[in-house]
């Protein structure tokens, strides 16, 4: 390995986060970051660069029949590969004779892999230009993590490890929200999760294929390859097939430059569907509406089932730039899709929202990030389970434990969730929790907003309020104002079976209530003395997530 130092890369450098993604400069969060360099400061060499290469063989110019040239509008001859190397080629470069593997099963797909690396990249181009499909974050994933010379100059590969800045992509791009104020997000553009899941599930979709290190419980050959898939995989391709490294298929010598295609782990499909604890987030735009619209849209996943909703938490915005409360929320679905496939399924949704990485920890329309995925522990460039940060963070056990009083965290750092929430830093951060959010709700009365019975007992300083159901774009500052509301989905049945507590207008803090950002020592989660029952949990501010005008 060469030697490396860390640097503090200036605010002109991209940052790049712990996972491989890059994020645009960000003056507030220069971060860390390791960059090679030498003790003289020599130019960096990467250590690929240093490894034998095998002689290159140019491709021979292939001069085009008469009927390419009038069937290929803008045929050039660079745009093929010797057919001599690969064989018989069709229009796009892509062997003849695995045209039908590679758009039928994928089991048949990886049995070709061995044949030609360059047709696969063909391929992905062949299948982009001729199925029109929409560009969704699966057929970016698919294109990008190919190894190929052509993938390391993408923009839109985030990083080394070829995992992807998703919404460079041209779909999220058209669907960035204004910012301009005005607090409102336009329509996100129809995104049609299904066909993209159905892309990573259905025979004629393109494999993705994923470079990783091996996944746990897989066997490997000496390689380090998977060298079959483990039970309940049945279909994307798990073997011992390499395919031809970055440079195509040279001949000489023989293995030099053959790369293990390898999937892992997270590509496994459980046996039996499989729990996964998804936690959302939004800050900009109406955050609550965004939010109804993301679970009702995870549902629609093939593959999908929505089990259960957790509490609304307005929170405290944790890391990354000065910015507006978040709404949060946890979602348990019910899955048969492999982590992988989950995580597609739910970067699908996000940038259907609108959802735009720029900054990192920085404002977003939707955040959809997998907490738990059943009970399985794992890492991989694009995926770590469970999150890294979930036992950490407040914003993401408060409501989990809310919905889940003995959910448990496994993993490092892990343990009852209940517990976690209590000692996270930002416990303080979250501002109330409301149950009924999801549905129709009328607005509460402030008799209503007291502690259900429901709630556990490291939540029970947080207010628990009922937000109303929106009427407008943004109606997620609507207030649940005690003094005019009426009647609301609040359970009274809960409440007087956990003898919730009568509330004391006095105790009412209208000014903390309404800033977003106010100080957090004595209210919200933690608060001493016990819940406090806001008469007036004010939304209507600057700082609330539906008035993106706040300068972030
Ligand atoms: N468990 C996970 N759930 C969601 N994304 C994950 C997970 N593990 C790794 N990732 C990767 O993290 C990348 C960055 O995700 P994202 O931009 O949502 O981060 P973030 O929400 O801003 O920060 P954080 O990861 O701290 O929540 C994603 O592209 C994804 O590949
Ligand atoms: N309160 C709050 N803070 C955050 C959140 C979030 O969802 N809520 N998400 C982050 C990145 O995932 C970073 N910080």
């Known amino acids: 390995m060469a030697p490396v130092r860390d640097e503090l890369v200036s605010a002109a450098v991209v940052e790049q986060d712990?996972?491989?993604?890059?994020?645009?400069?960000?003056?507030?969060?220069?971060?860390?970051?390791?960059?090679?360099?030498?003790?003289?400061?020599?130019?960096?060499?990467?250590?690929?660069?240093?490894?034998?290469?095998?002689?290159?063989?140019?491709?021979?110019?292939?001069?085009?029949?008469?009927?390419?040239?009038?069937?290929?509008?803008?045929?050039?001859?660079?745009?093929?590969?010797?057919?001599?190397?690969?064989?018989?080629?069709?229009?796009?470069?892509?062997?003849?004779?695995?045209?039908?593997?590679?758009?039928?099963?994928?089991?048949?797909?990886?049995?070709?892999?061995?044949?030609?690396?360059?047709?696969?990249?063909?391929?992905?181009?062949?299948?982009?230009?001729?199925?029109?499909?929409?560009?969704?974050?699966?057929?970016?994933?698919?294109?990008?993590?190919?190894?190929?010379?052509?993938?390391?100059?993408?923009?839109?590969?985030?990083?080394?490890?070829?995992?992807?800045?998703?919404?460079?992509?041209?779909?999220?791009?058209?669907?960035?929200?204004?910012?301009?104020?005005?607090?409102?997000?336009?329509?996100?553009?129809?995104v049609d999760h299904e066909s993209a899941v159905d892309q990573l599930t259905t025979p004629t979709a393109p494999v993705p294929v994923v470079t990783a290190t091996p996944g746990e419980g897989l066997p490997t050959d000496e390689t380090g390859a998977a060298t079959s898939a483990p039970a309940g995989v049945p279909s994307l391709g798990l073997g011992t097939q390499t395919v031809a490294g970055p440079f195509g298929d040279l001949s000489e010598p023989e293995d030099a430059h053959q790369m293990p295609l390898q999937l892992d782990r997270m590509d496994a499909r459980p046996d039996e569907p499989v729990d996964a604890v998804l936690a959302l987030g939004a800050n900009l735009g109406d955050a609550q509406g965004t939010l109804r619209r993301a679970v009702a849209e995870l549902g629609t996943l093939t593959g999908v089932d929505v089990v259960e909703v957790g509490p609304l938490a307005r929170t405290a915005a944790v890391g990354g730039p000065e910015q507006p409360d978040f709404l949060n929320t946890v979602v348990i679905v019910r899955t048969t899709l492999s982590p992988r496939e989950l995580l597609l399924g739910c970067q699908s949704v996000e940038a259907g929202n609108g959802r735009v990485r720029d900054v990192r920890w920085g404002p977003r329309t939707l955040d959809i990030d997998i907490v738990v995925y059943g009970d399985v522990i794992g890492s991989a460039p694009d995926l770590e389970l469970p999150h890294p940060r979930a036992n950490e963070r407040a914003f993401v056990l408060a409501p989990w434990a809310h919905l889940s009083p003995d959910a448990h965290l496994p993993g490092l750092g892990g343990g009852p969730v209940a517990a976690l929430a209590a000692t996270a830093h930002d416990r303080e951060g979250?501002?109330?929790?409301?149950?009924?959010?999801?549905?129709?709700?009328?607005?509460?009365?402030?008799?209503?907003?007291?502690?259900?019975?429901?709630?556990?007992?490291?939540?029970?300083?947080?207010?628990?309020?009922?937000?109303?159901?929106?009427e407008t774009d943004q109606a997620v500052d609507q207030v649940p104002d005690g003094e005019d509301a009426g009647q609301t989905g609040y359970q009274p049945e809960a409440a007087a079976t956990a003898g919730a507590v009568e509330p004391d207008p006095a105790s009412a803090d209208h000014e903390h209530a309404t800033d977003g950002l106010a100080g957090t020592s004595d209210e919200g989660f933690g608060w001493p003395g016990g819940p406090p029952v806001i008469e007036h949990p004010e939304l209507q501010d600057d700082d609330s997530p539906a008035s993106p005008d706040r300068p972030v």
């Not at 030609?116 to 029109?132: F, L, Q, V, W, Y």
């Open 18 to 190: 712990g996972d491989g993604d890059v994020y645009a400069p960000d003056d507030d969060h220069a971060e860390q970051v390791t960059s090679p360099a030498s003790e003289d400061d020599a130019p960096y060499v990467p250590e690929f660069a240093l490894a034998p290469l095998a002689p290159f063989t140019p491709p021979t110019a292939v001069v085009p029949t008469e009927a390419e040239q009038q069937t290929v509008p803008g045929w050039t001859p660079e745009h093929r590969t010797d057919e001599a190397q690969t064989g018989a080629l069709d229009t796009h470069g892509i062997p003849a004779d695995t045209d039908e593997a590679l758009t039928g099963s994928g089991e048949a797909w990886s049995e070709d892999l061995g044949s030609d690396r360059t047709s696969i990249d063909e391929h992905t181009e062949h299948t982009e230009h001729t199925e029109h499909t929409e560009q969704t974050e699966q057929t970016e994933h698919t294109e990008h993590l190919d190894h190929t010379e052509d993938a390391g100059d993408d923009d839109s590969v985030d990083g080394e490890d070829g995992h992807l800045a998703a919404d460079d992509s041209p779909a999220a791009e058209a669907s960035e929200p204004e910012r301009t104020g005005s607090g409102s997000v336009p329509e996100a553009p129809a």
């Open 430 to 470: 979250i501002r109330w929790l409301a149950l009924d959010w999801l549905h129709d709700a009328e607005v509460p009365t402030a008799a209503q907003v007291r502690r259900p019975a429901t709630v556990a007992p490291a939540l029970t300083a947080v207010q628990v309020v009922s937000v109303p159901q929106p």
